[in-house]
């Protein structure tokens, strides 16, 4: 059943050998040389599972990989059970929503500690857990950087879209990431944060001109 059509992939919800997964299909691009097409999904098929299982290294939840299919560009994965924080995150009391954030913030430095940078850093790809455990998903844009540009570029994505989805609780959710962040990333969180005021400055100068 298909669930979820991306500009990259399509996610279908299945059962493989009694268990509930889902299958992350990666498009044809029409738009491409046939060649450099089937390079380009390849590339990116075995490139995501390779990072989902360093960031579980790193101590970030993330789901179980049961198979690579590279002929037909498919990763089939653990169907992680909960909401996704898109959903429910308005939803909390204060408290709650200050601590869940701070915890991403935790989690987010784990990535970036161990040079991973998600690409894609919204509450759409944070799943809650009925155990209260909070899962990163959809690595498809991902890269392995240890670079402050990176990892600015990353919170910026997280700030912008919390900015957009959660415009009320925005500032105060932000501001709990990079507390738990700066836990992980000590001293190094001021040159991201610094990195992300000349990000957002440079997309004043852009938009102005």
Partial sequence: MLIRKGAEASLYLET???????????????????????????????????IIHKAKKAGVPTPIIYMIDIASSTIVMEFVEGNRLKEILDKLSHEERRNLCKRIGVLVGKLHKSGIIHGDLTTSNMILTPEGKIVFIDFGLSEQSFETESRGVDLHLMK????????TNAEECFNSIIEGYREVMGGKTEEVLNKIEEIEKRGRYISER
């Avoid at 912008?160 to 415009?167: G, K, N």
């Fill in 16 to 50: 493989w050998h009694g268990r509930k997964v889902i299958l992350k299909k990666r498009l044809e691009k029409k738009y491409r040389i046939p060649e450099l097409d089937l390079t380009v999904r390849i590339q990116r098929t075995k490139h995501e599972p390779l």
């Fill in 160 to 167: 912008r879209a919390l900015l957009s989805t959660h415009f």
